[in-house]
């Protein structure tokens, strides 16, 4: 039972374009977003969160909307440039004793094209 | 700042044996989870640490088990391994509560043959 699904396995974008990463989830107890990118041969890095009470966060190039009614979620990147380039996860949290306990998609692999 | 370590980096072992996986957490950091990524796929939760004791577990077999230290470090342990113990084993720190934000370290890459 995938409780958090990233439908797109890869997406190519042209540099300095807008990437839109999308996620869907199921459980509707879940509270805390989050997106990690992933480079080869490392750990995944934390990039954005946002909580179920606001439906948009934004840090610098990175923006993540939330829609609960949908249960879906997305990550824009504008612009997009090719450091971007790795595979994008999003991640779930419950609360409480479900918090913390990150349930993540199969990953989107992002190439930025110069 | 500290990040997150884990040792070793790569590591073959045979099924049958047992294997204990490392990892340091970030300073100022007081709880560990420990993730299993299997080629292809997204982490999946093992477990997780706070204070020493286990605080939730994800859908793995009791073979898996772990420790943490009084210095927040922590330790996965599996036994009796199987090929599909074969993975990339992720070790993450954080701070106990909202927003839930955990900081991963390299991983080890296991090969079970």
């Known amino acids: 039972d995938q409780q958090v699904k990233q439908n797109s396995p890869s997406l190519s974008v042209q540099e300095g374009r807008i990437s839109i990463l999308n996620c869907d989830y199921t459980?509707?107890?879940?509270?805390?977003f989050l997106w990690y990118k992933k480079y080869p041969a490392e750990g995944p890095t934390f990039l954005i969160s946002?909580?179920?009470?606001?439906d948009k966060n934004e840090d610098g190039r990175f923006t993540v909307f939330l829609n609960k009614s949908a249960k879906h979620l997305s990550l824009h990147i504008v612009p997009s440039q090719p450091g971007d380039s790795a595979v994008y996860f999003c991640?779930?949290?419950?609360?409480?004793?479900?918090?913390?306990?990150?349930?993540f998609g199969q990953g989107t692999e992002l190439s930025v094209k110069p | 700042e500290t990040g997150v370590t884990q040792s070793p980096t790569h590591l073959i072992k045979t099924r049958g044996q047992q294997v204990t996986l490392r990892c340091s957490s970030q300073?100022?950091?007081?709880?560990v989870s420990w993730y299993q990524q299997a080629l292809g796929q997204g982490p999946q939760f093992i477990f997780q640490?706070?204070?020493?004791?286990?605080?939730g577990r994800g859908n793995f077999p009791p073979r898996f088990s772990g420790l943490q230290f009084p210095n927040y470090s922590s330790e996965l342990n599996v036994n009796a391994l199987e090929l599909d113990d074969s993975a990339l084993y992720l070790c993450?720190?954080?701070?106990?509560?909202?927003?839930?934000?955990?900081?991963f370290g390299p991983g080890t890459r296991l090969t079970v043959t």
């Open positions: 993450a720190s954080s701070h106990r509560g909202p927003p839930y934000e955990q900081y």
């Open positions: 459980n509707s107890m879940f509270d805390y």
């Open positions: 946002i909580s179920s009470i606001k």
């Open positions: 991640a779930a949290s419950g609360e409480g004793n479900q918090g913390g306990k990150l349930i």
């Open positions: 300073s100022g950091h007081n709880t």
């Open positions: 640490y706070y204070r020493e004791e286990e605080n």
